[in-house]
């Protein structure tokens, strides 16, 4: 990535997804408007945001200097979880770019971090204690896992994360920078002095058997007849990757040279060697050679990629499993660094679709994960973490049930937190004259008498959302029409 300088005034960003075409496959979820609501702030280049799994409901909020940071209970702890900024080189896409928490992190008190390390900028991943301070790790108890010297000083991957299927940690690596892979590194898998064969590669090790300093999994790949730390190959500089906490499907955002991003995604049931095309292909194009290119063996294709007219830097993101905001529910949010858009991506099928849901004067470095399955995005240049939630989102009836007449019914809704309360009104005419049914309702659902002698196929809901002080924030209504049936 290559970071701008931006100055922006804090704000909140809201921005309403188009509609969904009427046509789409029944297992399809629309694209909810979405809004941007700040967590907490100051923070000094944000590049990750992680949480620990042990219940405490903490954010973790990396920062490329050298530090890491804590939200609890909305705010910022004043001492630094931790502060390694002594050993980090901080420059450009170097830094300390990662943390994560190892399954059973409320027994084990470790943890691990990727960094750049002064004086050579080689990529070191390593384990930290927690003190008797929860709050508080000891940067003296550093255990270092793997060093990979890296050529360059760009392209540094830098993501982390366990995988919750098999356990095993997985690392981006990228192909160890300049332009253009010069080395080759992404599609070679020799052994080379320094680890650099693991550059452009997603690596998955066992860093909790005991085994010192990790063990290769029995189940990883071969590669030439040998069993490495390599799961894939083939990427370019894979900043930011996530797995589904519910179904344990990978999806990796990886940066492209100067035509394409890209989004790649692999089931859980996968077992690896899948092969992602860089630098031979850059997305869907040759790129070496730029014509007449072949795919390399193992090839996977991106399941979803854009152009540099609408950015230059993909950040990847999570899907949202959370169960605050039904509406978000599914939905796998990445963005791009240089142009501030936040898309979502769906499964539909075999296949996925992708909506355009924000254009935000975000610099976004990182999205993040809660405990509760709540996504955030951290806007690199501000310094602020916002949490991603729905504008007004009718979820019931949305379009295309038979209702009868007479019935009670309970519209729902999903609204961000600071829509406090709501207008619902129905239509039997499409829209072209409401009748109000709730006025100032509070929660998120009305109990609605459906009337006794209301008949028509172009029925909708809409729901009006106003804020603490009165004032109209948004307004959403089914995506399609739904019947009324007649009363016997």
């Known amino acids: 990535m290559n970071y701008r300088a931006i100055c922006k005034a804090f704000l909140m960003v809201t921005v309403t997804a188009a509609a969904l075409l009427a046509s789409a496959p029944a297992a399809w979820s629309r694209f909810p408007g ?83 390390r002064v004086p050579d900028g080689a990529t070191v991943i390593a384990r930290y204690q927690v003190t008797t301070d929860p709050n508080v790790a000891d940067p003296a108890s550093e255990e270092v896992l793997l060093v990979v010297i890296q050529p360059f000083a760009n392209h540094n991957g830098g993501m982390m994360a366990f995988s919750p299927v098999d356990g095993y940690l997985y690392i981006g690596m990228g192909d160890g920078g300049s332009g253009g892979d010069p080395n080759n590194f992404a599609q070679n898998v020799n052994p ?36 490495r ?26 940066v492209g040279q100067a035509s394409l991003e890209e989004i790649n995604f692999r089931p859980a049931s996968s077992k690896g060697k899948e092969n992602y095309g860089w630098r031979i292909l850059e997305g869907s194009l040759c790129f070496n050679p730029s014509v007449g290119c072949g795919q390399p063996a193992g090839y996977v294709p991106p399941v979803t990629e854009y152009s540099h007219a609408v ?32 898309w979502g991506l769906q499964r539909v099928g075999s296949g996925f679709k992708r909506e355009r849901l924000a254009d935000t004067p975000f610099a976004i470095s990182t999205f993040g994960e809660g405990e509760d399955g709540s996504v955030f995005v951290a806007d690199r240049a501000l310094g ?51 009748t109000t049914v709730g006025q100032r309702v509070t929660g998120k659902s009305l109990l609605w008498k459906v009337p006794p002698q209301a008949a028509s196929s172009t029925c909708l809901v809409r729901v009006i959302g106003f804020d603490a002080a009165g004032v109209r924030v948004d307004k959403d209504r089914s995506d399609n029409t739904f019947t009324i049936t007649a009363g016997p």
């Open 384 to 434: 602020t973490v916002f949490k991603i939630v729905p504008t007004v989102t009718v979820v019931f009836p949305a379009g295309g049930e038979v209702i009868p007449a007479g019935s009670q019914q309970t519209i729902s809704w999903d609204a961000a937190p600071d829509i406090s309360t709501f207008n619902v009104q129905f239509s039997l005419n499409n829209g072209a004259t409401w």
């Open 34 to 116: 979405i809004r941007f609501i700040p967590v907490a702030g100051g923070f000094t280049a944000p590049v990750h945001v992680a949480n620990a799994g042990d219940g405490s409901g903490r954010l973790f909020v990396v920062e490329q200097g050298g530090t890491v940071r804590i939200i609890s209970g909305g705010s910022v702890l004043p001492l630094p979880f931790l502060d390694i900024s002594g050993k980090v080189i901080f420059a450009g896409e170097q830094g300390l770019l990662n943390i994560t928490f190892p399954p059973g992190f409320v027994a084990k008190q470790y943890f691990y971090v990727n960094y750049t």
């Open 229 to 254: 730390e390599i799961w894939a190959m083939g990427l370019r500089n894979p900043w930011k990757f996530s797995f589904d906490r519910r179904t344990g499907a990978l999806y990796i955002g990886d």
């Open 192 to 227: 080379l002095p320094g680890n650099q064969h693991l550059l452009g590669k997603l690596l998955r090790i066992d860093v909790e058997s005991g085994v010192v300093p990790y063990a290769i999994p029995p189940t990883n790949p071969l590669f030439k007849g040998v069993q």
């Open 311 to 342: 950015g230059c830097a993909v950040t990847g993101g999570y899907v949202y499993r959370g169960t605050e905001f039904p509406a978000l529910k599914r939905i796998y949010f990445f963005g791009d660094f240089c142009s501030g858009i936040v």
